[in-house]
């Protein structure tokens, strides 16, 4: 399946920005910098890691009928705008409580089948190319007038822009589901709407995983640090993992006096006891 109207549009003007960008001398070495940091094996490793795990993601769906080769295109762009925004919040599946839960739900969320259901048919090349760049100035100005009181007005007349714009797309695709129901597959239909659904819930696991890899690095880190001594670092090592193990938010906000404690604990039963400790207090 090829790009859609709408997918075209937002291509182009990527394209121009990027130009634009390439053309400016101070915008062009900030994306270079970007760049750069972008494709730091700490980022790129685990994200090409990421893209494989989704590519087994996608052999399981299709197992399970959730999943065919007309739908690539979707998978493609979810991956890499959601998948990637997922990949990001690495820290947050690391340190705030519940982040499955609060996930499971978004991903449920009515706006995310919204956001599938306005993509199922699109309007003409030119209107989407005069649409996206308006409808992007209307959400960076209401996002821009949260940030002054005195602008409650133009945020409020921007929201009403974006619901009305939303309504008329949701009015024009209803319009023609209706129309072309006898000849529309609903089985591709459906596909699509919970495409993005079972991808984020199968992600979770992945997320979860190098969440709590990198906390144990980070801990680990701070450990070295406190002590330098490598048989007081080992007995520690050894305590957190038997004493949080997969606990990750905990491991994560493993610091501060509890490294003192951890460290100068003289045995591995004392070093279990001060995480016991430390579990009480999380």
């Known amino acids: 399946m090829g790009l859609n109207n709408r997918e075209w549009a937002i291509l182009v003007w990527l394209l121009v920005a990027l130009v634009a960008g390439l053309l400016h001398k101070d915008i062009r070495k900030s994306m270079f910098g970007v760049l750069k940091a972008f494709f730091d094996p700490k980022i ?9 795990y989704i590519c087994l993601e996608v052999w399981i769906g ?25 990949f990001l919040t690495l820290e947050e599946a690391a340190m705030k409580p519940k982040f499955f839960r609060r996930r499971v739900f978004t991903a449920f969320k009515i706006t995310v089948f919204i956001e599938v259901f306005i993509n199922l048919f699109v309007l003409s090349l030119p209107v989407e190319l005069i649409l996206q760049p308006l409808l992007v100035l209307v959400v960076a100005l209401s996002a821009t007038a949260t940030l002054n009181p005195d602008h409650k007005p133009v945020k409020k007349l921007m929201d009403g822009v974006l619901s009305l714009v939303g309504l008329s797309l949701l009015f024009f695709v209803a319009h023609h589901l209706i129309t072309n129901w006898h000849t529309l597959d609903k089985t591709d239909i459906l596909l699509q709407l919970i495409l993005p659904v079972w991808l984020t819930i199968g992600l979770l696991p992945f997320v979860y995983i190098f969440a709590l890899y ?28 038997i004493g949080l193990n997969v606990q990750a ?9 509890w490294l003192k ?22």
């Open 249 to 257: 938010r905990k491991v994560g906000a493993f610091g501060g006096v």
């Open 44 to 52: 790129i490793v685990p994200l090409l890691i990421m893209f494989v």
């Open 214 to 241: 990198a906390n144990y690095e980070m801990t680990f880190m701070r450990i070295g640090i406190a002590n330098k001594k490598r048989s007081a670092r080992m007995r520690a090592y050894v305590a957190l993992m």
């Open 261 to 282: 404690k951890i460290t100068d604990a003289r045995n591995l039963k004392t070093a279990l006891n001060v995480v016991s400790e430390y579990r009480k207090t999380v």
């Open 62 to 86: 299709s197992k399970l009928s959730l999943w065919r080769p007309d739908l690539t295109k979707n998978t493609i762009i979810w991956a890499v705008t959601s998948g990637v925004v997922i």
